[in-house]
């Protein structure tokens, strides 16, 4: 038999378009040479313009789908996106501390691209209470690291990355899509400070699921057992080639394109 891919598990609400949310990370951790695995934390209605209305799953639900998934397989990362509530949240700590050997990279998903809001205050608060404590990579832009650090007054990124670190979390990758330049200035802080910077030609466009297929293609690589500071690296790669690659279905945001270097492989024949 052929030996299996590493295994990365899923916590994330459905996305229907495919641009976001659990199906944006199975395709990019399939693309990426990983098995996905997933379990569901809530149900969207959305476009590609933004979130209609989400229905959280019941924790235990969510709780269940995990157990019955390591019992038996090997899970060799931990990716979390839209987590939709607060028993949610503590029911997913819960398994992730009885899992201490497998690496976390927790996308904190507190609104929509449009703006539409995916966390309330006491989802936010469990998050950074219970599961930043656990997460070995967080993957917050640089509005999602501000409110999270919990800053009443702007504070600069590197602050913000520190008050993140000092409440667990092992890296903090702070991505710079919403402040002004030429370039995206993404940030990667250690407990040391500043471990890797980043800059990439900013992409004209505005694209549905970009955190999503970066913080997934990181939990791709460390599942294949790099370390932090180069999964990190070859996942925002990965990314912004989506991105580049990325196509318009209707007339809202732009998808991006996690299958960029398939599209011109042979078809096979008639095709």
């Known amino acids: 038999m052929a030996t299996s891919p590493p295994i990365a598990m899923v916590f994330a609400a459905t996305d229907p378009t495919g641009g976001a949310g659990l199906q944006a990370d199975v395709l990019t951790l399939a693309s990426l040479g990983c098995h996905p695995v997933s379990v569901t934390t809530a149900i969207t209605v959305q476009d590609t313009h933004g979130v209609r209305s989400v229905r959280a799953l019941e924790a235990h639900w969510v709780a269940e789908q995990a157990q019955a998934l390591l019992e038996e397989l090997p899970v060799a990362a931990f990716k979390i996106g ?17 899992h201490p050997q497998v690496p976390v990279v927790l996308d904190p998903v507190l609104a929509s691209g449009r703006g539409d809001a995916l966390a309330c205050d006491a989802t936010l608060e469990a998050l950074r209470e219970q599961l930043l404590p656990l997460t070995t990579v967080l993957t917050p832009n640089s509005i999602e690291a501000r409110r999270l650090a919990g800053s009443v007054e702007p504070c600069e990124l590197a602050a913000c990355a520190q008050r993140l670190i000092d ?78 690659s990325g196509f318009q279905p209707a007339a809202g945001q732009f998808l991006p394109d996690r299958l960029f270097w398939a599209r011109d492989m042979p078809r096979g024949a008639g095709s």
């Open 167 to 244: 409440r667990g979390t092992s890296y903090v990758l702070i991505t710079g899509a919403h402040e002004p330049g030429a370039e995206v200035v993404n940030t990667l802080y250690g407990a040391a400070g500043v471990v890797h910077v980043g800059r990439w030609q900013r992409l004209s466009g505005t694209y549905h699921g970009s955190g999503c297929t970066l913080a997934s293609a990181i939990a791709a690589q460390l599942a294949h057992g790099l370390r932090v500071p180069e999964a990190v690296h070859i996942a925002q790669e990965f990314t912004w080639h989506a991105l580049a």
């Open 82 to 98: 839209v987590l939709a509530s607060a028993e949610n949240i503590a029911a997913i700590a819960a398994i992730l501390a009885a």
